[in-house]
């Protein structure tokens, strides 16, 4: 076995824009536009070199698409909950850094802060959805009880 061959396995799990693109079903111009706003990062080794994902960056990206086919989040959201997630997973490194018995206090009361206006928010998401599949559900009932070959009720 070659010296190098590990580097060289590290980068072949690199996948160019255009494979990350196609795996999530997604444009390369929709992933450069993710990198503009910041909500991913791709690894190049010059400006003009081309954007590389590697894992991190990949499941970044699922993490976006997720949020955005899950609960419908734009972007400007989607950052902020990047945001939140990136806050937690730096509370968790501290945490296993062995602060002190008071910090550890701190990491996990404000670990959990953060967690609970995460779920406060799906929360209020979820109740629009409710609120909107009621109303759905309403207007079939309407539908229905207008007859067949009735015209549908107005909206």
Do not use: C, H
């Amino acid at each position: 076995m070659r010296p190098e061959s590990g580097p060289v396995e590290a980068e072949s799990r690199l996948v160019t824009i255009g494979e990350a693109a196609e795996a999530l079903g997604v444009t390369t111009r929709t992933l450069r536009y993710y990198e503009e706003l910041g909500l991913v990062s791709s690894r190049r080794s010059s400006l003009g070199a081309q954007r590389r994902y590697g894992p991190a960056e990949i499941a970044r990206l699922n993490q976006v698409r997720e949020l955005q086919t899950l609960l419908g989040l734009e972007l400007d959201e989607i950052g902020e909950y990047l945001d939140a997630f990136d806050r937690l997973e730096a509370l968790r490194e501290e945490f296993r850094s062995s602060p002190p018995p008071e910090r550890r206090e701190e990491i996990l009361s404000e670990g959990l802060a953060i967690l609970d206006r995460l779920k406060a928010r799906v929360r209020e998401r979820q109740a629009r959805l409710d609120r909107f599949a009621a109303e759905l559900e309403a207007r079939a009932e309407r539908a229905r009880s207008a007859g067949r070959g009735a015209a549908l009720p107005q909206a």
